[in-house]
């Protein structure tokens, strides 16, 4: 229909229901169980800090949010599923900082991560890792393990190629002055398996994961990589305090995003929700005592620290020489 041959008044009555509609749709939204893509397996801290959250939002959205692990290649997998989704507010995407590392690990990637997706915000900040051993290994703090490593060689899994266990671990090696050989896994689930069968000596979990096996005595926790302690183990020292003095590595952060042109009435609800979640004194203590803190920056913010960290871990896997993939 040609819209210049008819009187200006009937044209405008026309175009209106295409003008409104995005705006309706944004207002009613949602009216469907909503999609979280996790790029990671389950079992791991991602895995395990949205499906906390997504709990906490199903009824202010009123309506499910069914989470979607589709794990592999850290993480571009499940990314590349919502970069090519509708931005219809019914695919999202809940990653770690893993996903702005990716693009100085990989020569080229399916997606653009600067431009393929919308940042909504960011639902908890890591303040550290505990670096866990297998029972089996004869140390008890992290400077007997730094001896053992000068004297036969260790394996260490990370949830895969340049994300936060990977970087972490490298950090901890350079600082300590070893080496240890990098076994890379599919996520933060089956890294952890690895430590536990004794298929690996080291992992770097997230504390979220780790405190039930720390105190049930299937991993040994040797130092906590935060600048203090975390509530759920308050026995265990900082990594500084056992035995590498000045050591600290936090987690980054844990995110929620949406595909590229998401309609800015549904990113500011979605950031409503999952504020309105983070007041739950439960959610919050669950975080803060396997240490994460609720977070929940305005959307502007949080694109800017996103936007930022592709710059700075682009310098930190530079500067540990880790090959591109």
């Known amino acids: 229909m040609s819209y210049k041959c008819l009187p200006l008044e009937v044209a405008l009555c026309l175009m209106l229901p295409f003008c409104f509609s995005g705006a309706l749709s944004a207002e009613n939204y949602p009216t469907r169980p909503i999609r979280i893509v996790v790029p990671f ?12 959250l997504a709990h906490n939002m199903d009824a202010g959205l009123g309506q499910s949010l069914v989470m979607d692990n589709r794990g592999g290649a850290n993480g571009i997998v499940g990314c590349d599923i919502v970069a090519k989704a509708q931005p219809d507010g019914y695919t999202l995407l809940a990653t770690s900082f893993a996903f702005v590392v990716n693009p100085a690990m990989y020569r080229s990637l399916p997606y653009d991560t600067a431009k393929d997706f919308t940042p909504i915000t960011n639902y908890a900040n890591g303040l550290g890792y505990i670096l866990a051993v297998n029972p089996s290994v004869p140390v008890q703090n992290v400077k007997e393990l730094i001896a053992l490593a000068k004297k036969q ?40 398996t690895a430590v536990l069968s004794g298929e690996v000596h080291i992992n770097l979990p997230a504390a979220s994961v780790a405190t039930p ?30 035995g590498l003095p000045g050591f600290f590595y936090d987690t980054g952060w844990h995110g929620i995003f949406g595909p590229a042109k998401l309609p ?5 609800r979605l950031l409503s929700e999952v504020r309105k979640a983070l007041t739950n004194p439960q959610l919050r203590e669950s975080f803060i005592s396997t240490g994460y803190e609720p977070a929940g920056a305005p959307t502007a913010d949080f694109e800017k620290m996103f936007r930022d960290d592709i710059v700075r871990y682009a310098q930190i896997v530079q500067v540990a020489n880790i090959e591109k993939q």
Do not use: C, W
Not at 166 to 171: E, N, Q, S, T
Not at 215 to 242: C, H, N, Q, Y
């Open 213 to 242: 096996h720390v105190k049930g005595g299937r991993l040994k926790g040797l130092g906590f990589t935060g600048k203090s302690r975390i509530s759920s183990l308050p026995d265990m020292p900082t990594v500084a305090e056992s």
């Open 153 to 192: 060689p260790l394996r260490y899994a990370s949830a895969g190629i340049g994300n936060g266990q990977h970087l972490g671990a490298v950090l901890f090696s350079i600082k300590a002055g070893i080496e240890m050989q990098h076994i890379p896994y599919k996520g933060g689930g089956p890294a952890l």
């Open 264 to 268: 800015k009435p549904i990113t500011a």
């Open 41 to 52: 397996p389950a079992g791991g801290n991602t895995d395990s800090y949205i499906r906390t």
